[in-house]
C-alpha cells in the first residue's frame, strides 16, 4: 500500500487567484507559509519557514476565493502532485510541486495578518511543557534498529 498524504496549517502568502479550466470547473491557487521553532545546538531559538503551493478545484475552490485572503489561517488536507512543462521561452523542463487539496478550511479569524506573537505565548509554543527530553543532537538513521 502507497500513502501521498499532506496535512497542513499555516497562513496565505498571497490573495488565492480563482481561474477557469476550458471544461469549466473552478480553480484556486494559493500558498501558505509553515513554520517550526527549535533550538540549535547552541540553545538558540531559531525558525524555520516553508512555503507551500496549494491548488483546490470545483466549489471549494469558489468558496477559497470568496473567504480566504493574504494573511488567512487555513487548514489543507491533500496529496503531493508534481507536473512538468516546457518553458516557451527557454524550451527548458520545468517542474512544480503543489499540494492538491481535497479539504479545505478557515483557521479562526483575526489569527492571520502577519502580527507579531506576544512573548508569552511564544514561550507556550517553544517548551516542553510535556516533559519529553528531545536529544539535542541529530538522530543518525543507522542507529534506528528497524
Not at 53 to 79: C, H, I, W
Not at 83 to 89: A, V
Not at 92 to 107: H, I, L, N, P, S
Request: charged share 30%.
Amino acid at each position: 500500500m502507497y500513502i501521498n498524504k499532506v496535512i497542513l496549517f499555516g497562513n496565505l502568502t498571497r490573495d488565492p487567484e480563482l481561474r477557469a479550466l476550458p471544461s469549466g470547473m473552478n480553480v484556486c491557487n494559493f500558498s501558505i507559509a509553515t513554520n517550526r521553532v527549535y533550538r540549535d545546538r547552541e540553545g538558540k531559538k531559531q525558525e524555520q519557514t516553508d512555503f507551500h503551493n496549494v491548488v483546490v478545484f470545483g466549489r471549494q475552490a469558489d468558496t477559497v476565493a470568496q473567504y480566504l485572503k493574504k494573511g488567512s489561517s487555513t487548514y489543507v488536507e491533500g496529496r503531493l502532485q508534481t507536473r512538468s512543462w516546457d518553458d516557451k521561452n527557454s524550451g527548458e523542463k520545468k517542474y512544480r510541486t503543489e499540494v492538491v487539496a481535497d479539504r479545505v478550511q478557515f483557521g479562526p479569524k483575526g489569527s492571520g495578518g502577519g502580527g507579531k506573537r506576544s512573548e508569552p505565548e511564544e514561550e507556550v509554543a517553544g517548551s516542553n511543557s510535556s516533559g519529553i527530553e528531545y536529544p539535542k543532537d541529530d538522530i543518525n538513521p543507522d542507529d534506528i534498529p528497524f
